[in-house]
């Protein structure tokens, strides 16, 4: 019921004789259907506010899995260059002492 309805009932009421019971009703629908809304209104932001939430959470695990990634590569180039040096560490012959 919108505003506009809801005046026109009023008025009707006020110039009808009808049952006090039924303003009684009338207004107590009103009530409940403004709640209605405003809780509709807050559902509604609270589900924009948890799909935002949402998509934060899923970028912040893609970064992480990123890094991980990067993580692991700088590991395996890091062990790919002391195998290197020690290889190459063991085919120099120790320097020789000169007198």
Do not use: C, G
């Not at 002391?82 to 290889?87: A, G, I, P, T």
């Amino acid at each position: 019921m919108n505003q506009r309805d809801w005046n026109k009932d009023m008025e009707r009421a006020k110039t009808e004789p009808i049952d006090a019971a039924l303003i009684y009703w009338l207004e107590f629908a009103r009530e409940e259907q403004e709640k209605r809304a405003e809780v509709e209104m807050i559902n509604y932001d609270l589900r924009q506010e948890y799909q935002l939430e949402k998509e934060r959470a899923d970028k912040l695990e893609e970064r992480e899995e990123q890094l991980i990634h990067y993580i692991n590569h700088s590991i395996r180039i890091i062990d790919n260059i002391k195998f290197h040096l020690n290889l190459l560490h063991s085919t120099i012959p120790p320097a020789r002492k000169v007198d």
